[in-house]
């Protein structure tokens, strides 16, 4: 279950690097640290950080925006992109 929800989160953030918009905001905005039972209200990705070439989970970072119009910032962990299977 750990592991779909963070494929599913590196998969939703390569989707928004796509599409980055950039803030006009520039407002301090405190950094949430994701838990798994943590209900998300994602509407819209503004930017993502990205992923080192390393082989072991490391800390990313996703802005976003909710449903109504606050922006927020999560700092979840993923595995980096520099494993290899052989």
Not at 16 to 41: G, I, K
Not at 66 to 75: F, M, P, R, V
């Amino acid at each position: 279950m750990k592991a779909l929800i963070v494929l599913a989160l590196s998969t939703f953030s390569l989707a928004a690097m796509a599409d980055e918009v950039s803030s006009t905001a520039n407002t301090e905005v405190p950094v949430e640290h994701y838990t798994y039972s943590q209900h998300l209200d994602i509407a819209k990705v503004l930017n993502t950080s990205e992923i080192p070439a390393v082989c072991e989970v490391v800390p990313a970072r996703m802005t976003y925006l909710d449903s109504t119009g606050q922006k927020h910032i999560l700092e979840y962990r993923v595995m980096g992109n520099g494993c290899s299977n052989g």
